[in-house]
């Protein structure tokens, strides 16, 4: 048992219009997209379920009903498969019961710190974790990030070593003491240019966050690119609360641009015994 109160509830922010992945996301939200053989919110999901989560929160926005769709019971098409005498093994984590899956909407594109707070009323009084679904975590990021909180308690961020060039992409920790993969966050400063970044440390998207931040996020102050930022809410907690940065012992994959998502698919197919002889094959002849 653990001295912290429990991380039951996870925010998944899935408004966002992914520009960055047109013309695929024009119709189709960019979290539907196949990675593999399933879309890319069903790794989030997994990952949050691996990690012991017992509701999933989707703040989403316009045109993103599929996503609350695809975790729904598929029951025309599971009651078609069972008469035919089909398996629907393909179909088990995609279920979610009745409850496990609130959404809420994000009105207006705000900033990352106001979806979160869209889901205050949800969250209640307990802390919560947020999954940015965008950085595919192959490896239980996650789960470890439960792990370091039921000895550390407080806030903890997943972070990541980023090249110099790269600290205006990220959110940036100015580190504290280091003791393993576990640093003391001294301070959090949203998309920093090179010359001004307090470290290479970035926030990757996994937090496990108190919800105090909420009272924070009320205010609805902006920061950098005019938006509500998450990072700034968590910084007013440095002081306060414990706030930890955790380096995970994971994969990530950036499925937020093109790149990012092809070495997400071959990363991913290369790991599977039924897809990787024909991908190597192919790309030895390249
Ligand atoms: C958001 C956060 C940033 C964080 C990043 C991780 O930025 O604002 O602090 O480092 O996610 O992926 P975005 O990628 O939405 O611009």
Redo the contacts with the bound molecule.
Sequence with gaps: MTRFRPVRKAVFPVAGLGTRLLPATKTMPKEMLTVVDRPLIQYAVDEARDAGIEQLIFVTGRGKSSLVDYFDLGFELEATMEKAGKSRAALDSSRTTPGELISVRQQQPLG?GHAVWCARHIVGDEPFAVI?P??LMVGGALRQMVEAYNQVGGNIVCAEEVAPEKTA???IVTPGETRGNLTEVKGLV??PSPEVAPSRL????RYILQPEVMDILDAKETGAGGEI???DAMAKLIGKQPFHALKVDAVRH?C?DKAGFVLANLAIAMDREDLAPRIREYMAGR
Excluded: N, R
């Design positions: 990352l940015l965008d950085d992409s990220y959110g949203e998309k970035a926030i990757i998207g930022q998450l990072t950036d937020g």
